[in-house]
């Protein structure tokens, strides 16, 4: 499973993000992704990418928040297969927190997809803007997609867990998403066919000519919240670093109230 062939690098992407390795007695175990049935293609190309004997089966069943799901999963059990899948970098067991980006060279572009296929989003949002979004629970992994979408994009994105059920959310909104999706989903390439069409459909997109774009964002230096602690005045802290007194007065009372860290004493 090289990594740096563009199909394995999207298959252990959505694997990490939607596959599960279980271990057996002694050197028993499984390696399986479920998904809807109306993704069966993809683990059709799984198992024909895969040297190793696997099986693809349905089924229906009922759940919390539907009356049935038909589903279809994939399932490998060779044990020189799931060594390999885990010294990659999928855990046995519970691993959404504990996943990274592969430790060895990897094809970037193919990777993320495959992990926004398994777990993300690309579409338009219901103001008609494209999106395009990941959640999940690692850190290093939404970290990584911010650092990819910056250096192609210019768009900056800080994570931060969300207070409900403690997963990132990383959305990308309207020229980000357009080059992101166009960057990710390139011609020919392994994907679920229907966000493939998704992401396609994203490049028609026209910025309203009424519609102003954000500048980008200034994040603050410590040298910067010295200032503003001491001279205690957003309207003062504005004219001195040439800030708005509104971003100002934000940032002091995130400050004062430790929201954000507050500067080092060292000079």
């Not at 059709?44 to 999963?73: C, D, G, K, M, V």
């Not at 398994?118 to 999940?136: E, I, K, N, R, W």
């Not at 602690?229 to 708005?244: D, F, I, Q, W």
């Amino acid at each position: 499973m090289d990594l740096k062939v563009p199909e394995y690098a999207y298959m252990f992407g959505f694997l990490q993000a939607d596959g599960h390795l279980k271990q057996g007695v002694g050197q028993k175990g499984r390696l399986s992704v479920e998904i809807n049935v109306r993704d069966i293609e993809i683990l059709r190309e799984f198992q024909r990418l895969t040297p190793y004997n696997s099986t693809i089966s349905e089924r229906i069943r009922s759940t919390n928040f539907s009356e049935s799901i038909h589903s279809a999963t994939w399932s490998l059990c060779s044990l020189e297969a799931r060594t390999t899948i885990n010294q990659l970098g999928l855990p046995y067991g519970r691993k959404s927190k504990k996943i990274t980006p592969p430790r060895v060279e990897f094809s970037r572009r193919d990777y993320l997809r495959g992990v926004i296929d398994a777990d993300g989003a690309v579409g338009y949002t219901g103001q008609g803007f494209p999106f395009v979004s990941l959640t999940t629970a690692s850190t290093a992994v939404g970290v990584y997609l911010c650092r990819y979408a910056r250096i192609l994009t210019g768009a900056e994105r800080l994570i931060k867990r969300n207070a409900r059920d403690k997963i990132y959310n990383v959305v990308y909104t309207k020229e980000p998403a357009m080059q992101l999706a166009e960057d990710l989903y390139y011609p020919g390439c392994l994907a679920l066919e229907r966000k493939q069409t998704a992401a396609a459909t994203l490049a028609s997109w026209v910025r309203p000519a009424d519609m102003k774009v954000a500048p980008p964002r200034r994040r603050w230096k410590e040298w910067e919240d010295r200032i503003l602690l001491e001279l205690c005045s957003p309207t003062a802290a504005a004219e001195a670093l040439g800030r708005t007194a509104q971003s100002c007065g934000l940032r002091h009372w995130r400050l004062r109230n430790g929201k954000v860290p507050l500067p080092s004493t060292d000079q």
